[in-house]
């Protein structure tokens, strides 16, 4: 079963502009990371957050996380055609076990 | 070699039969986990190898099973295969059981009908 939800769905946004995505999740958690994928195929890793930090950047993505609320966002400034892609928040449980949950994707459009 | 290698990219089978399906890890890793991707879902847990070993499952049924190799390279099989089995199947590498180094293929794209 998913571990969460991600919210919204799907978004629309011109070039230049930000796009922010969030994710549920329902258990304690060691790490957050969110993932891209194109088109159906491979997931790329983009950032990781452990659990006893708050923000992250990395390049043009900044990562939050409340484990109080269960809930990350990771928000891609100034977007490009480029970033065109389905993006995907995952998480270890610290009920161990080596597995990563992953959420139901938010599917990102980037137009010129 | 870098990256992870599956194989075949797609593979149609008909209700009933059964599939393997093949990853080549990245060099220097020897944990491999294999995860089932429906269309517009997120990707679920099916297991991990390590050494040569089961090391965890997801809530897949016994028809999905593995094997991992000395050159850490894995298979996925998967035997009577039913409708709902339509999905993209994707390998990742990994170091030990670290769960931030995965490195995933592209996947193999499994239609059956």
């Known amino acids: 079963s998913q571990q969460g939800e991600e919210d919204p769905q799907a978004l629309s946004i011109q070039e230049g502009e930000n796009a922010t995505m969030n994710c549920s999740y329902k258990?304690?958690?060691?790490?957050l990371q969110w993932y891209r994928q194109n088109s159906g195929r491979g997931l790329v890793h983009l950032i990781l957050?452990?659990?006893?930090?708050r923000e992250k950047h990395s390049g043009r993505l900044r990562v939050t996380l409340d484990t109080s609320k269960k809930s990350s966002s990771l928000l891609i400034t100034a977007s490009r055609a480029a970033d065109t892609a389905s993006y995907f928040c995952?998480?270890?449980?610290?009920?161990?076990?080596?597995?990563?949950?992953f959420g139901t994707g938010t599917q990102l459009k980037v137009e010129l | 070699e870098t990256g992870v290698t599956q194989s075949p990219t797609h593979l149609i089978k008909t209700r009933g039969q059964q599939v393997t399906l093949r990853c080549s890890s990245q060099?220097?890793?020897?944990?491999v986990s294999w995860y089932q991707q429906a269309l517009g879902q997120g990707p679920q847990f099916i297991f991990q190898?390590?050494?040569?070993?089961?090391?965890g499952r997801g809530n897949f049924p016994p028809r999905f099973s593995g094997l991992q190799f000395p050159n850490y390279s894995s298979e996925l099989n998967v035997n009577a295969l039913e409708l709902d089995d339509s999905a993209l199947y994707l390998c990742?590498?990994?170091?030990?059981?670290?769960?931030?180094?995965?490195?995933f293929g592209s996947g193999t794209r499994l239609t059956v009908v």
């Open positions: 995952a998480t270890d449980g610290t009920g161990g076990g080596n597995k990563l949950t």
């Open positions: 060099s220097g890793h020897n944990t």
């Open positions: 957050i452990r659990s006893n930090e």
């Open positions: 258990t304690s958690i060691n790490n």
């Open positions: 990742a590498s990994s170091l030990a059981q670290d769960l931030w180094g995965y490195t």
């Open positions: 190898y390590y050494r040569e070993e089961e090391n």
